[in-house]
């Protein structure tokens, strides 16, 4: 331990929460995947249960900016924690807002392109809980190296996933079905460029923490 910990200990309070964060953004691609899954049954409930997740990372947020103002000593640099703090809660705002979308246009039946999205999603932020863990645990570089390429290489794919999809709405005869369709696989494959991001902040601070 250095002594400078010993005299003005790093407040740790700031990687609880975001791990705290990490895991309602879990929870919320969770309930996404059940949203998809079953697009005939409990819509709004389950739109419900993504709403409240979001609410409650946004008091964690709050809790987040009013320590930092008076936090002498902190684990990361105070522009990485904002920086982290916008790019996590980037995501599950995004969750948040294709799910309320899902729920208003009323979807029904089975697409199966909406299915591989939620399972990106699903992998995606299972590696963002799992870097953001690893924070802190300076020695576990590596770890959180390979979370921040799991995600990029799980972005590149959503890519060519979005567009298969469009390119096959067009075949479509329901008009209004088709630009629902778009209009929510263009979200969630934002959803994984907001993970992607939270990858690239991750990869930003273990450089300048190496």
Known sequence: MRIRDIILPEDQYFLEIFREISEKIVQASSHLTELISDLDQHRGITCQKIHQLEHESDELLRKIFARLEESLITPLEPDEIHRLAKALD???DIIDWVAHQICNYQLSGTYPHLNTFAEFISISVAEIREGVGLLGSWNEIREIKN???NINHVYNRSSDLLST????LFSMQDPILLIKLK???ENLEEVL???ND???VLNEIIIRHT
Do not use: F, K, L, P
């Open 147 to 149: 979370s921040c390429q």
């Open 165 to 168: 999809a469009v390119t096959e």
């Open 198 to 200: 939270v990858g690239h």
């Open 193 to 195: 460029q907001e993970c």
């Open 90 to 92: 980037d995501v599950i």
């Open 183 to 185: 209009d929510i696989y």
